[in-house]
T-cell receptor, first 112, second 113 residues
Framework: TQLLEQSPQFLSIQEGENLTVYCNSSSVFSSLQWYRQEPGEGPVLLVT?????EVKKLKRLTFQFGDARKDSSLHITAAQPGDTGLYLC????????????FGKGTLLTVNP | DVKVTQSSRYLVKRTGEKVFLECVQD?????MFWYRQDPGLGLRLIYF???????EKGDIPEGYSVSREKKERFSLILESASTNQTSMYLC????????????FGSGTRLTVV
């Protein structure tokens, strides 16, 4: 099983601040997904990145896949309390949809 | 709206009991998965199935078995529940192929006493 390291593990910020979450591995992934999980619910897919260097934007969220496809970042601009949740990155490797490895997550709290 | 439905949100069972966790999806997905989620350990894959009656072990299959008799239903079985199986259990489904999303259920919080 490939390993994905997420950092930071916990993040508590004020509304309006910017933040970046990192997802790193020593392995090359064929694609990388970001999920958000709210308390009492299952994770929900935010984005999938496939190409090295790819950048995707989802409103105030910007996702980047590293050139070597070993790392990714999630940047949130002007965080809102509604952004609170557990952010999970998941790397797909070996060309198989079965082999999706999840990071341990970043628990984000945005205080009003 | 597509859905993955887990039969119970909360479950309390006694040590040694046989426990069944049920999961149903309405998206005609080929792939179905069972994960457990624990603080500090993240999501860990228990078993997955890529077709009816087909199953593969994930990273932590010990103490668990699965059944997939119909495409839409994937059951997780704890043969003899133990306290270290207290956890949040998440079912997911997906289409085949790379880069496809997992659609998750809301989870079952199982407590074994």
């Amino acid at each position: 099983t490939q390993l994905l390291e997420q950092s930071p593990q916990f993040l508590s910020i004020q509304e309006g601040e910017n933040l970046t979450v990192y997802c790193n591995s020593s392995s090359v992934f064929s694609s990388l997904q970001w999920y958000r999980q709210e308390p009492g619910e299952g994770p929900v897919l935010l984005v999938t990145v496939v190409t090295g260097g790819e950048v995707k934007k989802l409103k105030r969220l910007t996702f980047q896949f590293g050139d070597a496809r070993k790392d990714s970042s999630l940047h949130i601009t002007a965080a809102q309390p509604g952004d609170t949740g557990l952010y999970l990155c998941a790397g797909e490797w070996g060309g198989s949809n079965y082999k999706l490895t999840f990071g341990k997550g970043t628990l984000l709290t945005v205080n009003p | 709206d597509v859905k993955v439905t887990q039969s119970s949100r909360y479950l309390v069972k006694r040590t040694g009991e046989k426990v069944f966790l049920e999961c149903v999806q309405d998206m005609d997905h080929e792939n179905m998965f069972w994960y457990r989620q624990d603080p500090g350990l993240g999501l860990r894959l228990i078993y997955f199935s890529y077709d009816v009656k087909m199953k593969e072990k994930g990273d932590i299959p010990e103490g668990y078995s699965v059944s997939r008799e119909k495409k839409e239903r994937f059951s997780l079985i704890l043969e003899s529940a133990s306290t270290n199986q207290t956890s949040m259990y998440l079912c997911a489904s997906s289409l085949p192929g790379t880069g496809t999303r997992r659609t998750f259920g809301s989870g079952t919080r199982l407590t074994v006493v």
